[in-house]
């Protein structure tokens, strides 16, 4: 299942529901990221604004270009996850085994769940009807035997569609469509795909895989059995919504030009990272520090670390490191923390030569349980007293990157 | 009817499960003068979640203006924030 233009359908959806007398879904829209974080680049766009050929990723320069009239909303992280969060509980109800796939699209094994609601196809339908019903945004579903088929199912006519892409129905449906349709195709793979005359979905099916392998190494093999309908990776439940990366930013009240201050309003960033990061059940592998000072001249620097981490602390040392590199001292208006790489903080490699974290770790947990019992308030670090700033900075989701191209089901 | 939503100030009692019924509200008009509406009937109570944000739509009737009219209240669960949604 794939929420249809996800990120505006929500956005039109709220506004909606608080008074809106415009449906942003039925004009040129799109949603458009914050300036400073991803340099102003369109995230999602509605359905019109489609037929001006604005491009996710494309700059709102260039998508204004295009279709001067566009109206751009920033994004809200904090709906996205909401919408999100009762979209999973409303597919709870239709089976035990779910996967989210990322934020506006989900894997649902129905095996067995006949007996309960049915046959598939008119389930799919009540599903949908529901979705829209209560939650007011509309979803491609698609239906097959298998993932990979299922994902290309619900990729067919948008919106507010349910699709069937059995195995016997691949040559009609999925084999005339370009090659770049496919799952786990990329810009790159295209490329040398269209170079050797591979244009559709059926032509990479019936092309020898020992070729294919040549120039796309064992990726090609993956690729030739996506052509035709192979796949056979399982469903995984996973708890959290998989995230690619996170952070938070903040407008200092007061001009910055001395480093412990600087240093302060890292520390307020770097709880809420953390505590985001930890809430999540992931550790960081990068860490970026931006800054922009009070004539406006942004900068930004990132840190690879090598030993992914969620605590508190070695974020904001990774970050003060940063800081020291970036900065010469120049008045600061804004600063911004972001970490990437993420890993899973139950299982990952441990390093013989970084300093052990277990104490570290065990004071995080504690801080976070009085905090999310008594208030974010509750209990904060001693050199924020008479500092003028807040312990902790960030309190809506101001970024958050979910996994927009993967190739791995 | 006719979509207003407009913040409003409000009376309201909560039974024992939690719910609310409203009692009275009262609006800031052009003129910075408050208007207060005493509800004497709730016909329905729906609640919606729409882009997975609860809110509870009160259908009413009132006094308004010398005339017994219905309007639609919204309450906004994540908020605790109450509208005039329709009148
Ligand atoms: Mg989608």
Redesign the pocket.
Known sequence: M???S?YLSWEAAYRLQQGASLDLRTVPSAVGGNPETRRGIILAKSIPAKKYKIQTGETLFSAKQKCPDLIIVSPNYDLYRQCSEYLKRILTAYSPLIQQFSV??FFLDFSGMEKLWGDPLSTAYQLKETIKEELGFTVNIGISSNKLLAKMGSELEKPDKVHTLFPEEIPTKMWPLPVEELFGVGRATSQKLRDRGIKTIGDLAQEDPTYLKRFLKSYGILLWNYANGRDNSPIIENKAIPIKGLGNSTTIPFDVDDRRTAQLVLLSLAETVGMRLRRNGFCAGLVSVSIKTSDFLYFSHQKKLYLPVDCTSAIHATACALLDELWHGQPLRHMGLRVSDLCASDFFQPSFFEQSLEKQKRIDKAIDSIRLKYGAGAVFRSAFLHSGLKPLSGGVIEFEEYPMMTSIL | MKVYMRPIESIAWFTQDGIPHPLRYRIQTEDQTYKTVKISRIISRVEEKIAGNRMLIFRCEGEINGLLKIFELKYELSTCKWYLYKI
């Open positions: 794939d929420v249809n996800a506006d699209e």
